[in-house]
């Protein structure tokens, strides 16, 4: 037997990532790696309410949503904070549970909520699992979406048919 056979066998990490796509110029496929390696980490110790389980205490690491987001190039005029005010964020969940925040709850210039996407928690890599949506403000854990398969960005859709009096 060779030495290199009989060295015990570690199967490679399963690695989650998840689409960001949309209303963006550079639509990207981003692994939790990805997001560990292409922006700075920020930290955030949370505490959220779950219905089920009671309070929930966890140290999250990861980059903001905004920057991963902003470096897909959303079609908004940059300049323009009207602009940038009609956009929305939609994050999908593996099992098909999603949230959406407006573009400018995390937008410097509006709300500018910390709100990451996770490559750890607890001090445990997100590698296998998957990114997780972290909304330090949130009172309950409904948005704190797991396993991450997708986060859209897009502009609502608004009719500008005037209304119509019944
Ligand atoms: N993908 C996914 N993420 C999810 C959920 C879910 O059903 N699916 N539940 C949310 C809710 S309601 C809470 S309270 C938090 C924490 O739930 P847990 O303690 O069951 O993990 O995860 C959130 N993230
Ligand atoms: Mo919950």
Redesign the pocket.
Known sequence: MSRLSAQPRTPPPLLTPFALLGDVERPATLTVADLRSGWEQHRAEVV?D????GP?HHSFEGPLLREVVLDAHPVFDARRRKDRSRYLVAVT???G?HTVLSWAEVDADFGNAPVLLATRMDGRGLDGAGSQLVVPADR???R????ISHVWVGAWPVSVQPARCA
Not at 50 to 53: D, E, K, M, P, Q
Not at 144 to 147: C, D, E
């Open positions: 959220f779950c219905a089920t389980n929930q969940g593996g099992d549970h309950c854990g409904a704190y979406i797991s396993a």
